[in-house]
């Protein structure tokens, strides 16, 4: 069972920055498409990036220009760099990994943008 640990979220004030990052254990398998999606109460978890396992990248236009995906395939563990926050992006923030078949998730960290 693939396990997904990610760290980073906080408290930052409008236009601050915040460096999320998600581990990845428990598979002896190449880790696919990794991602990060966020969901605030009572709306869709929605894409926010994702990171194919050759650096290939995709993003949600609202974050275009501001937030960074990367990933270390050494160390099965990706990583998004939030620049330029804004109080609509506060949320859940969750990462999620394929490999093979299969998609798994990690519990969510908080982050929260003061006006």
């Known amino acids: 069972q693939v396990q997904l640990v990610e760290s980073g979220g906080g408290l930052v004030q409008t236009g601050g920055s915040l460096r999320l990052s998600c581990v990845a254990s428990?598979?002896?398998?190449?880790?696919?498409?990794m991602g990060w999606h966020r969901q605030t109460p009572g709306k869709q978890r929605e894409l926010v990036a994702s990171?194919?396992?050759?650096?290939?990248?995709n993003y949600a236009d609202s974050v275009k220009g501001r937030f960074a995906i990367s990933r270390d395939n050494a160390k099965n563990t990706v990583y998004l760099q939030l620049n330029n926050l804004q109080p609509e992006d506060t949320a859940v923030y969750y990462c999620?990994?394929?490999?093979?078949?299969?998609?798994?998730w990690g519990q969510g960290t908080q982050v929260t943008v003061s006006s």
């Open positions: 428990g598979t002896i398998f190449p880790i696919g498409v």
């Open positions: 990171i194919t396992r050759g650096g290939n990248t």
């Open positions: 999620n990994a394929n490999v093979l078949t299969n998609n798994f």
